[in-house]
């Protein structure tokens, strides 16, 4: 009778169904706190890059404020004096408006690199989840 099948003790280290549930349910929790750390260290870094990109276009603008300034200095300096004087003025502030330009576009571009602000790196972290966990559940 002690080899028979059906009165075969349950062996100690096998783990029941509801202790399973409940290891399961442990992971599923440390996973989600997982992606959220994940998802809160991406949402930094972008928000990083936009303040970057964003500080370099108001520079840009303070730049374009100076050249307008030296433009308009240069207008009035022709009208009053000499062709030497407000010519020198006009290629001071050319160069200026070209500087801004340059910070301009470099500053749009790093604000475009860090769009979209969602967590897409998490995103896709969790959809591979739910799909091993899935394919864990039709097995």
Known sequence: MANDPHTAPHRAEEPTTGQLLVQASQEMRE???????????????????????????????????????????????ALALVMDAWLAALIVGVALLAIAAVVGMVGKSRVQAAAPPAPTETLDNVKQDVAAVKGGLHR
């Open 31 to 77: 996973l989600v706190r997982s992606e959220m750390r994940l998802a809160q260290v991406e949402l930094t870094t972008k928000a990083k890059g936009i303040g970057v990109g964003a500080g370099m276009l108001s520079g840009a603008g303070l730049i374009a404020l100076y050249g307008v300034g030296v433009v308009l200095a240069a207008a009035v300096l």
